[in-house]
T-cell receptor, first 113, second 113 residues
Framework: DVKVTQSSRYLVKRTGEKVFLECVQD?????MFWYRQDPGLGLRLIYF???????EKGDIPEGYSVSREKKERFSLILESASTNQTSMYLC????????????FGNGTRLTVT | AQKVTQAQTEISVVEKEDVTLDCVYE???????LFWYKQPPSGELVFLIR??????QNEISGRYSWNFQKSTSSFNFTITASQVVDSAVYFC??????????FGAGTRLTVKP
């Protein structure tokens, strides 16, 4: 079974801190995604990557950056955390160029105080 | 623009009732894929079904059925004889360009005993 692991289930950070959310997948998938989930808004795509060192902006990239130095790892970076970035963050992966469903991690609930 | 609309934010039914979750999508692509995911209280999104744009056949899997109609750009999901374990948030999603997936806002289904 595909496993997508997010390093933290819950995280509390202070405004202005630099925050790293880590995601690792074990199925050699080319595509990796970061979504943000908020009540009433569903899942919104922040960034995705279809290869090592490649990245594409999603719908809401402002205030975020990403890093993909290795195929299995996709990091989401909040350069200077703000309270409006309090949310559930979901990482996902999928094979490239297929209609395969996304495989999701359990999510990281980030609270910025 | 690619967009998925789930107009029903919350639905509440009594056990054994049938319930239909609506999904309407927008895309200019001729090749695309539609998905339904379930997010139980534990938080991890679980893949339920995938349908490609060239296959309009309805599908039934146990108590679940899906009605795909290109003429109305809809991909509705029906649960027959609902059970308490069906309580979850359900997301409809659109995959295009083979890499980019967009989600609807989700419908929270509560099944009461």
């Amino acid at each position: 079974d595909v496993k997508v692991t997010q390093s933290s289930r819950y995280l509390v950070k202070r405004t202005g801190e630099k925050v790293f959310l880590e995601c690792v997948q074990d199925m050699d998938h080319e595509n990796m995604f970061w979504y943000r989930q908020d009540p009433g808004l569903g899942l919104r795509l922040i960034y995705f990557s279809y290869d090592v060192k490649m990245k594409e902006k999603g719908d809401i990239p402002e205030g975020y950056s990403v890093s993909r130095e290795k195929k299995e790892r996709f990091s989401l970076i909040l350069e200077s955390a703000s309270t409006n970035q309090t949310s559930m963050y979901l990482c996902a992966s999928s094979p490239r160029w297929t209609d395969s469903p996304l495989h999701f991690g359990n999510g990281t609930r980030l609270t910025v105080t | 623009a690619q967009k998925v609309t789930q107009a029903q934010t919350e639905i509440s039914v009594v056990e054994k009732e049938d319930v239909t979750l609506d999904c309407v999508y927008e895309t200019r692509d001729t090749t695309y894929y539609l998905f339904w995911y379930k997010q139980p209280p534990s938080g991890e999104l679980v893949f339920l079904i995938r349908r490609n744009s060239f296959d309009e056949q309805n599908e039934i899997s146990g108590r679940y059925s899906w009605n795909f109609q290109k003429s109305t750009s809809s991909f509705n999901f029906t649960i027959t004889a609902s059970q308490v374990v069906d309580s979850a948030v359900y997301f409809c999603a659109l995959l295009y360009n083979n890499n980019d997936m967009r989600f609807g806002a989700g419908t929270r289904l509560t099944v009461k005993p």
